[in-house]
């Protein structure tokens, strides 16, 4: 039996832990207050991450749908409009990317050394959480950070368009993939989208 799915899914989740305390933290919002769904959101990011990079060859899209499911995290769960979960993820995904690409040249020296050996991969993910979460830290612990005001963001009808939204992409993507055989990767995504879907008419039931 290897071990290498075991040792991507958990080196995975936590740079994805940090990346997103990191996210939430600029704009002073704090992981530990969504913490389980949010382990939730991350491990469903990375067990499609693993068949889109290992099984599909398709690691392109990665990005993109992590992306997607940040933005319906911090919608949803988070409760921010969806305009500004959108800013929140751009925001948080740069400012992660200038921190791991300085890690990566400071550390390794170039990205051949990442591509060439996995325990260095798994080191640079394991000092990104390192100091993605030291930093989200201590941006809460000292208030600093952007504090906008979502709220002004907020759209007409806003949680009818996200369920519809997600309806819609569900059925869609679910369709798409059955056409192209990726019956894994469908079912991973059509799950992350219905307990997004739960949560959708949860939080809406809360408020009424």
């Known amino acids: 039996m290897s071990w290498e799915p075991v040792r991507f899914m958990f080196f995975s989740t936590l740079e994805g832990v940090g990346l997103l305390a990191l996210m939430l933290s600029v704009f002073r919002l704090k992981i530990t ?29 990665v990005p993109v749908i992590n992306i997607f499911l940040f933005v319906l995290f911090i919608t949803i769960i988070v409760r921010e409009p969806v305009l500004g979960a959108g800013i929140i993820t751009i925001t948080g995904y740069l400012l992660f990317s200038i921190l791991q690409a300085s890690l990566l040249l ?15 991969g798994y080191a640079l993910q394991s000092l990104s959480f390192l100091v993605d979460t030291l930093l989200a830290w201590f941006l809460y612990r000292h208030g600093l950070g952007f504090s906008f005001d979502f709220e002004k963001l907020r759209l007409k ?11 819609v992409t569900t059925m869609t993507f679910a369709v798409l993939m059955y056409q192209e055989n990726i019956s ?25």
Not at 108 to 117: A, C, K, L, T, V
Not at 157 to 167: D, G, N, P, Q, W
Not at 184 to 208: A, G, M, Q, R, T
């Open 157 to 167: 009808k806003e949680s009818l368009v996200v369920v519809l939204f997600i309806l």
């Open 33 to 61: 207050q969504f913490i389980w769904p949010a382990l939730f959101t991350i491990l469903v990011m990375n067990l499609q991450s693993y068949i889109l990079r290992n099984e599909l060859s398709l690691s392109y899209l």
């Open 106 to 120: 400071l550390v390794f020296g170039s990205i051949r050394n990442i591509e060439d050996s996995a325990a260095n």
């Open 184 to 208: 894994k990767l469908s079912i991973f995504f059509v799950v992350s989208l219905l307990y997004f879907l739960y949560y959708s008419f949860k939080k809406e039931k809360e408020d009424d």
